[in-house]
């Protein structure tokens, strides 16, 4: 890197952006801090007056360069106007920009690897299950039970028919019940009704039928399915 | 040899705390917490609630820390550990309740004091900073008692905790893939206890400590807010008392009353534990939230499943965010040049304290 000497006088500092040639190590390389601001003129580029740099030593004025070249578009602007600026300003920019990357960089893995990728979850695989002797279960009753990794219940109405649904309250997903004493099914959560025949969404805030299952009863023994 | 020069200037105090002086700036910080005076009038009282929050917040930290040797954030294990806890370790009980009890306090006494710095209009500048930070931690205490009121496993936690990640669920752009990352599957099982146990016992408590030292030290730097009408008053007809010594001696006083509060409900009412959950049992009858939760508990319910294009729960969250934006804009909405503004940010607080309270007991009740 060169340095600014007086007998540089002749040196042109027209080209060369930020960090560029040596010229983009000082710009206003003229004189102390009144020199300097005279020297930026209005294009913001920073101009050797060569009568100062004349006389003083090679020292940078920070602040009236910052303006200069912070008032007209910033570092990194490499157009024709031959637009400088000084290392401090590259820095002050480069920086905060330096830094968001890396930032985005380091947050990639973060956020991957928070992501749950199911791979512990077997996504209910479970097509039938066994739930138990139809004795266990007189009309006008019900009962929770597990298809898979979905909580589901079966009802017997006092019809005698068997009805299996997904026990998962289309609301807000807490797991309903049957109410032998109202024959409803019923949430606990905010008071849902389901018909325990049809799994019709009948009172309350859920705004859908619950999920149908299949019931078949084979040698006595319930076995639920999927529809 | 300093400290020969000291006493030449005649100005330092030598001995040990001039020695600690030179190296600490003690005499700087003194100076600093003395600038502090608390001004004496009718609602003077509420000084003390953010006092009482500093103080619930340590025991909270101590029992929790002291919790989190016996308790194992594991699905099997979890439940076991809290009994274990409850009925095996010396004293295990009472440090649960502790922590339980304090909790609770902790919301209730938070509450008052945003509430009553609200009404003092202590967000005008140069306060809004205090505000803001003020806030942020009453939402970071709802995200501690939201996180640890899973840990215990047990099935009303299950629940509540279902409950709460699908409301999230149904937010708007980041809603889904927040509450998946939190719950760490579409289950709620391993994956999310261990979540909400980082979240509990790590992640809230360093944001918690970072912003508790920012809220203290906007205080310290802008002192008491005084209301309007004291401000009003003549100057010899305004009576100040120094915070260092005199009320922070009367805060020790109050906190000690606090603590002897928490340790008789502690000891007469044991905090509880539930069955274990059952991820595929029924939700329990009579399952409610936490008290801090019943508001917009039952405001939820009476929205009805759909509402225009809305479901129902986007609709009442974002009718519920509307209605406490105004906490958030306050500062800049009230700076205290109007009466008029003022007037409204006095009734818009009264309304919404009053709402909130008059939906925390109907979620109680019903
Ligand atoms: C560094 C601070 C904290 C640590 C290390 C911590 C740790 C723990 C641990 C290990 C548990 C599980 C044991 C149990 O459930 O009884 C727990 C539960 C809990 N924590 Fe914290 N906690 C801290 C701060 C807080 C704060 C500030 C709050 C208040 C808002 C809070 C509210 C709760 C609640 C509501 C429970 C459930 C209590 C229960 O039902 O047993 N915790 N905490
Ligand atoms: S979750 Fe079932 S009614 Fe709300």
Redesign the pocket.
Known sequence: MEDHKPEDKSEKHEHGGCGGSGSGSSCGSGGDAKGGSSACDGNGGCHEDKSSSGTASSTSSAEPVTSGCGSNGGCGSSDSDGEKCSRSQFLRAAVPCVGGVWALMAAYPIYSYLTPNGGDEPESKVSSVNIGDIKDLPPGSGKNFKFGSMPALITHTKDGELHAFSAVCTHLGCTVQFRPEKDLIWCACHGGCYDPSSGKNVAGPPPKPLLALKVEVVKDKIIVSKA | MTSGTEKANGTKKVGLMGWLDERLGLEAAFKFAQKKQVPIHKNSVWYYAGGIALML?VI??A???L??VY?VPGLEAAHAS?LR?NSQVDFGWFF?SI??W???L??AVLVGHLFSAYFMKAYRKPREFTWYSGLILLVI??G??FT??L??WDDV?FFATKIGLDIASKMPVFGEAAASLLRGGHNIGQGTLSRF?VI??AL??LL?LGLMGLHLLFVQMHGMSEPGYFKKLEAAKRTYEKFFPNFFLKDLLVWLLALNGLAALVTLYP?G?GPEADPFGAAPIGIKP?WYFLAPFQFLKLVPPQVGPFEGELFGALLMVLACSGMVIVPFFDKGESAEKAKIATYYGLVLLLGIIAFTIWGALS
């Open positions: 917040m909270q930290f029992s929790g820390i919790l989190m308790y809290i806890i649960r922590h339980s304090g909790a609770n902790l919301i205490c709802l501690f008692g640890g009121y840990l215990p936690s146990f509990h016992v809230l408590p918690c905090w534990l936490e």
